[in-house]
Every structure is written in structure tokens, then in C-alpha cells.
């Protein structure tokens, strides 16, 4: 049986290039499934991430340390603490963008005590 | 005699005025957003990204934060709507000048913007950093076309076919319904048309979802990060579409977390 490959705009996502090159994958009101991160994880062309109101459930994002991805923006929806400690060992990530989510100051100085260089902006 | 002559002259020339401040107030807007754009197409080699290269970023530096601090300025005292109230105390969004557009307001429970999306359509944007997502702004004569109604209990679109949401993203249409009741919808795309695009960022009587089959509501909510429209705004929407023809009252509005 053939079986064919999965696109990034099946997860609901679409890519995006910015001016300076680099390109996001961008969702919107969109599921995030354990089967859209473990593409993502699969995926060495991707620089930047951003989830606009999606919906994470119980996904476990960790698998995203296997990307090259440096920024990860996240605004609404129900990203949570949960989900931003499970990007600790998320090597390549430098920067980090929250907007209106389930995330407070204190997390964020958590998550800065183990990952001091990464910057949220 | 006298006094009902002075009363008439002195409304004149308070209309006037009023007309007047509105006019410069519109013209110092397109002032800011034309510099604005020109500072941007500069630096436009250079987006604040390009972190590769230092030299690069030195020399952005310094027109960035003064589009910041402009941006700051706008979020602190965001620039009064434009609207102007004819002498029964009827209000009119005053950008709308041909007669066909201008509509009376209907709900006063209107909800503003999220001011982190402010300059969005100038690619400044506070909640967009660091993407600096350039947000769609539609004119009034673009507006019209995403314009729905309800005609024989289903939701058309204006050319009178029956809204369909099947290929949008997650199978939704997003909405936004205006302080005279008019309901916008149409497909979101991300970090191009947003919530904020229809009423180019001005207050909503209601915004969300729709979920919708050959013009029939499967499920509607009031999702919007832009607006995050409260119960009784979303309520404003399922009154309007009852009285127009819709009864939502059988659906249940999806949660919104």
C-alpha cells in the first residue's frame, strides 16, 4: 500500500519566510497532536515556530530538541507551564515569545534558572 | 428671533469644527503611518532578525526605537475613533463617506482591540514580535465582500451563495459583527488576515468562529485572541442572527479557554 507523506499544512500549519530569510511554520486555531510534533521534529528546515491559539492539550513537546529552531513564539490558547518546562532541554531554542498564555512570571523564572541563556522576548 | 438665529450659528460652527479636528486628525494619522512605512522600507534589508550580522543590526538600531517609543506612545493614549454624531445623536464611523455605507449603531456593548496588536498593519505590532506580521487592514470598499447575511434561515455570502467553511483552516470561518449589526466573515490566515482586519482594528459588537455547512451554523464561538469578546458581546451576535432569521438557541457555543 502506498503511503503518502504528510505535508505541514495537514497539521494545519503553513510556512512562512520572513524578509530576513528565515522561515516559521505558523499555526492557527489549530490542534496540536503528539503527531504534529513529532513532524515537526522530523523537519531540519524550520527556524522559527509560532502557535496562534492552539490548542496543546496533553502533547508533550520535548520532541521539538530534535529541530533547529531558535525562536518559538506562542500567543492565546493553552500553552502552559507544563509545556514550557518540557522545552528545557530544547538546545537550539534562543528565544522564546509569549502572548496571553497560561504562563506566569514565576514559571518563567523556573524555566530561566535551568535554561539562563535563552531570552524571552 | 435673535437668540434662535445666534443658537443655529453657533451649532454651524461647532459642526464645523468638529468636522474640522477630524479631518486634521485623519490627516496627521496617515502622516505618522506614511513616515512610518518610509522608515520601514529603509531598514527593510535589515529586519530586526538579521541578528547574523552585528553591523547590520548597529545600524537599525536607532530608527527601531523610535518606531518603538512611537508605538508605545499609541498604545498609551490610543488615537480617539473617528466618529461623528448627526444632530439626532446618531453616531457614524466617520471614514465611511458614501452615504450607502453609513450605518447607524445598534449596540453600545462594543469591545476594543487588544492593544498588543496595535500598528499591526504596519508591521509593528508588540504581540507579533519578533515576526512583525504585517496584518491585512480592509477598506470600506474591500469590506463589503466579506459582508454575510441571513437570507431563508441560511448565512450568504455577497454574492448571495451560502457560506461553506469546509476548506478553511480547522474547517471555521472567523466572524466579527459591527456596532450596527453587520456581520463580517471570512478565512483566517495567519499572520496575514486576522479578526482585526474586517473593522481595520476599530471596536466589534462581537467576533469568533463559525462553523458552517451550505449556509447552515454547526457551531459558533467567540474565539478571538484579538477581541476575546465577553458572553453578553457573543450574545449581541446570537440576538442579531435570531432576529434576522438564524436561532442558534438548539447549538451550543463552543468553549473558549
Known sequence: MKTEKKQLKDFGGSLKTLKNGSRVAAFSSSTISQETIEYLSTKADIDNLLFHYCDFRDVDVSNLKETNVTIVSVMHGNFS????????????????KLHDVKVSEENIKDFLALRPTVKFI | MLAVLTAGAGTAVSAASKSKYLVNANTALKKIADIVKRRRFNAKQQHPLALENPKAQKKIDKPTAKL?????NLIKSPPKPLVVTDKWGTAYRAEKKSSESISASKYSNLKKMDPGYLAEELGMAKAWEPFGAEVEY????ELSKFEVKVVNHKLVDFEGVP????????????????SSGKIYAGKQRVMEFHHSSFLAGEEVASAGELMVFDGEILSHSRKSGHYKPTPEQHEQFVSELKFSGIDLSNIAEDEVE
Do not use: C, W, Y
Open chain 2, 138 to 141: 480592509l477598506t470600506p470598499e
Open chain 1, 81 to 96: 507551564n507544563r509545556h514550557l518546562q518540557q522545552f528545557v532541554s530544547f538546545g537550539s531554542l534562543e528565544s522564546i
Open chain 2, 68 to 72: 518603538d517609543e512611537l508605538r508605545d
Open chain 2, 163 to 178: 457560506v461553506d467553511s469546509g476548506d478553511a483552516n480547522n474547517g471555521k470561518v472567523m466572524f466579527v459583527m459591527d
